[in-house]
């Protein structure tokens, strides 16, 4: 029998972070200006330790080094991805992130961030920054260094249980009150673009002019090609949410059972909502778990909501 993976989250608190990880999730978090749980995680500024037998102490990134057969003996350095929730109290800046190419020259070798999103909660009338309104790479620049942001900013209206899709070079923010699941390339490199003006400890954060103006894609994708609305989804199913060069994505809300197959390298799952089991062991909301390689049958059952993931 293979184990289950679980992982120890990583907390870390942002000058836009909130407290309902804690009131919601049930962790234990810092305080109240907790923004982001690194569920999966094997990134150096937050390496979440493995919780299964055997493993204890050990971190993920150790674990994937010293136990490569338990992830199909995939090819890489690092443990490719990253699985967030974040918890968004006020306006995150606007932001961007390079690709591999950009980030390999400009960031020490770090991997560029394709990333996105599955939204468990947000306002009735949220919206998102997605793309932007800029025609060519000269407008954004002027857009950008004149700051015409009522201009240069393309806002999307979203729903709880959307999910959207962000590639490198696509100008983004999370608004008030947004409550995500992120999946992303196992890397933190963020170019911030625009702060509101707001000041923190009495001094603005630091922009990243120049190398947002390098990497934003100009003119911006359709929004209809990065925003999926899944509404009425059916039950007991897995759902494919999409299916890029670095993950595919899946969704499950489960009231009954269901049993798959776990044929892929690794197949890590976060269970977004209620309580159940999976091979008997039980599982519920705020859990992070991988399931090895050569798995085998994974029987699910209760009431559960799971956004899974696994690296291309
Ligand atoms: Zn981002």
């Known amino acids: 029998m293979k184990p289950i ?4 989250p990583v907390f870390k608190e942002m000058v836009w972070g909130g ?5 919601e999730f049930g962790y234990n978090i810092p305080g109240d200006d907790t923004g982001e749980c690194w569920g999966i995680s094997a990134h150096p500024n937050g390496d979440a330790k493995v919780l299964a037998e ?14 490569p057969e338990l992830f199909g003996n995939m090819e890489g350095d690092r443990f490719p991805l990253l699985v967030k929730i974040i918890d968004a109290k006020a306006d995150l800046s606007i932001q961007v992130h390079p690709d591999d190419a950009y980030a390999k020259v400009n960031e020490n070798g770090s991997f560029g961030k394709m990333e996105c999103w599955y939204v468990i909660d947000c306002p009735e009338d949220a919206r998102l920054v997605l793309g932007h309104n800029a025609k060519n790479q000269e407008e954004v620049k002027d857009m950008i260094k004149n700051g015409k942001w009522q201009e240069f900013l393309r806002y999307v209206p979203i729903r709880k249980g959307d999910f959207i899709q962000i590639n490198p070079g696509t100008v983004h923010a999370i608004t008030s009150g947004c409550l995500l699941l992120e999946t992303q390339q196992n890397s933190d490199i963020t170019y911030r673009v625009y702060d ?17 103006i390098d990497v934003i894609t100009a003119p911006a994708g359709d929004v209809d090609k990065m925003l999926i ?3 009425d989804l059916e039950k007991n199913v897995w759902h494919e949410l999409i299916n890029c060069q670095y993950y595919k994505v899946f969704k499950l809300d489960l009231d009954r059972e269901n049993s798959f197959d776990q044929h892929y390298p690794f197949f890590n799952i976060s ?10 062991t039980k599982i519920k909301k705020g859990d992070h778990f991988i399931l090895p390689a050569g798995f085998g049958k994974v029987d699910l059952a209760g009431k559960l909501q799971l956004i899974a993931s696994v690296a291309r």
């Open 54 to 67: 055997g493993f204890e102490g050990k971190t993920l990134s150790q674990v994937w080094q010293e136990n």
């Open 5 to 8: 993976l679980f992982l120890e």
């Open 229 to 231: 609305s899944l509404q």
């Open 271 to 280: 269970v977004i909502e209620g309580e159940g089991t999976l091979n008997g």
């Open 196 to 212: 509101y003006d707001r000041l923190s400890n009495g001094k603005p954060r630091e922009l990243h002019v120049e190398r947002s």
């Open 19 to 23: 407290s309902r990880l804690g009131s």
